[in-house]
């Protein structure tokens, strides 16, 4: 009867164990994806804040045209009519996206960091956080971010 009962608190200790364990490594995993997912980017350095004006989805598809050539890339804008000519992949599956978000295909063409870096010189403001879907809140995913 005696071993029984110290069988069961055994038991329960190492249950108590086991639950403490699963916790501890519970709040392990969290931190540092927490802290990941707030400095995910390609670049080392963590990303700086920027104040970009904001531009709706809407205001994005009134440039549509060779001769004015807006995209959308990871929830930013870019003002591309005069990078059309010079970009190594061709200047037309940046017309096929003009006025619209081309984010996946960007990531799809499987850019070098330094495309990502030169991504700044055509950078003309950011969507309004409510049509934001990478640097929001809840986004669809947060790993390869451009800075
Ligand atoms: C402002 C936006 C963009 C910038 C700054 C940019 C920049 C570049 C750069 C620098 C390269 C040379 C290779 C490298 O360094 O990765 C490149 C190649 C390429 N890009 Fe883009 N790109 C942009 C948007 C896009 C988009 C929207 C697509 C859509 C599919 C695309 C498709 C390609 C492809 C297919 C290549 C490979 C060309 C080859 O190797 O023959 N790019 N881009």
């Known amino acids: 009867m005696e071993s029984k009962k110290n069988l069961v608190e055994s038991l329960e200790t190492t249950n108590n164990f086991m639950q403490f364990a699963m916790n501890a490594l519970r ?17 080392s350095e963590p990303e700086e804040e920027i104040e970009l004006p904001e531009i709706s989805l809407e ?43 081309a984010t996946i295909a960007f990531r799809g ?13 055509w950078l003309i403001g950011q969507l309004p956080e ?7 809140e809840k986004p669809i995913f947060k790993t390869l971010l451009p800075n």
């Open 59 to 101: 205001e994005v598809a009134n440039h549509d045209s060779a001769s004015d050539c807006w995209i959308v890339i990871y929830d930013r804008i870019y003002d591309v009519t005069k990078f059309l000519k010079l970009h190594p992949g061709g200047d037309y599956v940046l017309l096929e996206h003009a006025g619209r978000d």
């Open 130 to 136: 409510k049509e934001r879907i990478f640097r929001c």
């Open 27 to 43: 709040l392990r995993l969290q931190k540092p994806v927490h802290h990941l997912e707030k400095n995910l980017s390609l670049n």
């Open 109 to 121: 063409a499987g850019h070098s960091q330094e495309a990502l870096d030169s991504l700044k010189k």
